[in-house]
């Protein structure tokens, strides 16, 4: 009877690796971790029964890192534009970050039964920050070598950071007589970092283009009739 050698082979005759030495083992190194944050919080301030102050605040803080290191026996080569690698190192990290804010005053008043009258202004903003590293490197020269070195053959490094802001201003109007018929009106300007300085329409503020969004809408709730 034959007995199963301990001892592993190399990349076969067609160049392909051995997934079953790097799971047993494991000189395949590969290693993530995600950390994230999220708040929100919210104040409020009544100046009367029917008029209130409102402040919303979100923060998101998310990072992720990935790392991983191949070694030279049981990994066929690397084919590179500009010669062959082998012990590949790689490390990324991605991150994100976001603010939010929401602020606003709120009115809502009813008169003598049968108007009422609802009101809100304010100002929505948010920022958002995304941003891309990454790294890798081959050659080491030892597969017991899983970190980035500055020794390392054929590096690449890349990334990129990506900033997005953005600003809502509204204003929100409604009337209903005995809920039975209703009409509202909203106006809002948005701006965002998105739309360049050259964007056609709408109004500048020191020099960043708002757009300017209006609305008016009525309704009958027929239900409501006797």
Do not use: C
């Amino acid at each position: 009877t034959g007995e199963t050698s301990t001892n592993y082979e190399d990349v076969d005759f067609w160049g392909k690796s051995n997934p079953v030495y790097l799971e047993n083992t494991e000189k395949y190194v590969g290693t993530s971790a995600q950390y994230r944050m999220a708040f929100s919080g919210k104040l409020k301030y009544e100046i009367s029964k029917a008029l209130n102050v409102s402040s919303l605040v979100g923060v998101v803080v998310d990072d992720n890192k990935e790392q991983y290191a191949a070694p030279d026996f049981g990994v066929a080569n690397y084919v590179l534009e500009k010669g062959y690698g082998y012990q590949k190192q790689q490390k990324q990290i991605n991150r994100l970050q976001q603010f939010y804010n929401e602020t606003r005053i709120d009115l809502n008043k009813t008169l003598n039964n049968y108007h009422n009258i609802t009101a809100n202004a304010g100002f929505r903003l948010q920022n958002s920050v995304n941003e891309f590293d990454y790294i890798s490197g081959y050659n080491s020269g030892d597969d017991s070598y899983t970190s980035m070195t500055s020794s390392l053959s054929f590096k690449n490094a890349n990334g990129y950071k990506n900033e997005y802001r953005y600003l809502s201003m509204f204003l929100n109007a409604g009337y209903n007589y005995q809920k039975k018929y209703f009409i509202n009106a909203t106006i809002a300007s948005d701006a965002t970092s998105r739309y360049g300085k050259n964007a056609a329409g709408g109004f500048k503020i020191g020099g960043y283009p708002f757009a300017v969004l209006p609305g008016v809408s009525g309704s009958w709730n027929v239900s409501s009739e006797n």
